[in-house]
């Protein structure tokens, strides 16, 4: 069977002018326009191709690949709004469309979004949707504390920054363990901190416990090394200018520079510290 919103692993069975015919073992036959064939390749070779609808809703594949498959999650910058909807860029030829119904909010043209891919049981088209709470688990949670996973990141609150974890779970990145910038719609790693009573997830960008110490002092010193030396930074500095100089919050700068001045590696002033 074919899959729509996914990447399939289909037969070459012919080349036409149009482009490549593939097919399936229950002889289900998709077109790859010639414009995405690969060099080289041969009748009965196996390609990988991600399989959508056209513009006339017919069936199609290419070897781009979209911002996101079929479940799951990404940050689109919305090309066109019209009476039907929001049409996203999602890497691909056609753009996605988000109907109206599906928008958290008004959606507006140059401005990028947290969209979820799904395939409409009434139409059986790919389209998408910026209500994303209702795609989200909050009852079977199948990670565990300190565990690494992957980000998705999201919008700010007064807390932090929401994130979407291994496209499945809601998470939050307090203000206190946002140890780097990051950015809307940026992938990373990240650990569980805790699972709340509710489902959510509290994440850290660092590791947990004295490994993360221990990685947060080498940083440190290495950034020393690169700055001859000394940082202009204290435990009193601001948090953004703490972050924005070594990439860290500042609860985790004062714990490393406590860390490395017990070890005589460091020496402490009223406007900098310098490396011994």
């Not at 753009?95 to 959606?107: A, G, H, I, N, S």
């Not at 489902?199 to 660092?206: H, Q, R, S, V, W």
Request: glycine share 6%.
């Amino acid at each position: 069977m074919i899959h729509l919103g996914q990447f399939n692993k289909l037969t070459l069975l012919r080349i036409t002018p149009p482009g490549a015919y593939l097919g399936d073992d229950e002889e289900n036959v998709v077109l790859l326009p010639t414009k995405y064939i690969p060099e080289n390749v041969e009748i009965g070779d196996s390609i990988d191709v991600f399989v959508y609808l056209d513009s006339e809703d017919r069936i199609i594949s290419t070897t781009k690949k979209p911002y996101l498959e079929l479940h799951g999650f990404a940050a689109l910058k919305v090309n066109q709004v019209s009476h039907f909807g929001a049409f996203l860029d999602w890497g691909i030829e056609k753009d996605l469309l988000v109907p109206f119904k599906e928008q958290k909010q008004k959606m507006e043209e140059g401005k990028r979004y947290i969209v979820h891919l799904y395939l409409d049981e009434a139409t059986q088209r790919l389209v998408a949707s910026s209500k994303i709470r209702k795609y989200l688990e909050f009852e079977h949670i199948l990670v565990q504390e300190n565990e690494e996973v992957d980000l998705l990141i999201a919008d700010s609150t007064e807390l932090g920054r929401n994130v979407i974890v291994n496209e499945t779970y809601s998470g939050l990145i307090f203000k206190s363990d946002i140890s780097r910038i990051v950015k809307f719609g940026e992938r990373c790693k990240g650990y569980v901190k805790s699972i709340r009573p509710d489902g959510k997830l509290d994440i850290t960008l660092d590791k947990i416990g004295f490994v993360k110490m221990e990685s947060n002092c080498e940083r440190l010193l290495e950034i020393l090394k690169e700055k001859n030396g000394i940082i202009y930074l204290t435990d009193k500095s601001d948090p953004d200018n703490i972050r924005e100089e070594v990439g860290m919050s500042k609860k985790t700068f004062k714990n490393a520079i406590g860390m490395l001045y017990k070890q005589r590696l460091i020496t402490l002033a009223n406007n900098h510290i310098k490396l011994i």
